[in-house]
């Protein structure tokens, strides 16, 4: 079992940043995939960015260029910088973890653990 809790969500202002820590529980992290999804007010659950456990990353088109993920698998931790926000990104943003990676880690179907979710709102 793992447990995902994520942390640094905030209200910020058009152009600025946040950035967001998943700190997940158990031995086996750096095995994961590690995945961001989002989910705006009245729209369904979407993928953002998935980090691999072999290192390699894929992000969702609207965030190229813009957010970041790492992972520090000595703290067990994930992280996703977020840059260059804008009032499109407000959404509850949820952490997700699998045991097994591939390109289906680009569904919600491909993560067994999902954390709480934090909000980030992006005001005009």
């Known amino acids: 079992q793992v447990q995902l809790v994520e942390s640094g969500g905030g209200l910020v202002q058009a152009g600025g940043s946040l950035r967001l820590s998943c700190a997940a529980s158990?031995?086996?992290?750096?095995?994961?995939?590690m995945g961001w999804f989002r989910q705006a007010p009245g729209k369904e659950r979407e993928f953002v960015v998935i980090?691999?456990?072999?290192?390699?990353?894929f992000y969702e088109d609207s965030v190229k260029g813009r957010f970041t993920i790492s992972r520090d698998n000595a703290k067990n931790t994930v992280y996703l910088q977020m840059n260059s926000l804008k009032p499109e990104d407000t959404a509850v943003y949820y952490c997700?973890?699998?045991?097994?990676?591939?390109?289906?880690?680009?569904?919600?179907?491909?993560?067994?653990?999902w954390g709480q979710g934090t909000q980030v709102t992006v005001s005009s």
């Open positions: 997700a973890a699998s045991q097994y990676n591939g390109p289906y880690n680009i569904k919600q179907t491909g993560y067994e653990y």
């Open positions: 158990g031995r086996t992290f750096s095995s994961y995939g």
């Open positions: 980090s691999w456990s072999g290192g390699g990353t």
